[in-house]
């Protein structure tokens, strides 16, 4: 069994967070600027191999209940990179996962261990995709 990778899609930055090999820890890894598709996927390729990844789980925006039941602009878009992902590694599963809130609580949690506002926009990327995996380890593995 391999790690799995946790990604937070953003339009200008995608956060990205990994578990250990026995798929129990969740570290934050960084960011990745979201240059281009094939820019994200190369810099992905390179961290699938060095982690030895075989699954990615990414973060899907769903509205929160009460809100229209259409979906919104990010959804679709977060939607089509996963198509795209998909067949971009076509031996790694990857799964989408509810992300509601990620950012939010990923901005909380390091405002609460006293981290500056300038200095938290440069991992809150990473923290929201170390929760979004810290949920999926916790509903789907533990």
Same mark, same amino acid.
């Given at each position: 069994?391999?790690?799995?990778l946790?990604i937070?899609?953003?339009? /200008?930055?995608v956060?990205i ?9 969740s570290?934050?890894?960084?960011f990745?600027?979201n240059?281009?598709? $094939?820019y994200l996927?190369e810099?992905i390729? /390179?961290i699938?191999?060095e982690?030895?990844? $075989?699954l990615?789980?990414i973060g ?14 990010m ?5 089509d990179f ?7 590694f076509?031996?790694i599963?990857?799964?989408?996962v $509810?992300?509601r809130?990620?950012?939010f ?9 006293g981290i ?6 440069k991992l809150?990327d ?7 995996l810290e949920d999926y ?5 533990l």
């Amino acid at each position: 069994m391999g790690s799995i990778l946790s990604i937070d899609y953003g339009l /200008k930055r995608v956060g990205i967070a990994f578990s250990d090999s026995n798929r129990i820890f969740s570290f934050p890894h960084g960011f990745i600027e979201n240059k281009s598709f $094939d820019y994200l996927t190369e810099e992905i390729k /390179k961290i699938i191999e060095e982690k030895e990844i $075989d699954l990615i789980i990414i973060g899907m925006p769903f509205n929160m209940p009460g809100i229209k039941d259409k979906k919104s602009e990010m959804t679709l878009k977060v939607e089509d990179f996963i198509k795209k992902l998909s067949k971009e590694f076509p031996i790694i599963k990857v799964e989408s996962v $509810d992300e509601r809130l990620s950012s939010f609580t990923a901005e909380e949690r390091l405002k609460e261990a006293g981290i500056s506002s300038k200095k938290s926009r440069k991992l809150v990327d990473a923290e929201a995709a170390r929760l979004i995996l810290e949920d999926y380890i916790e509903k789907n593995i533990l």
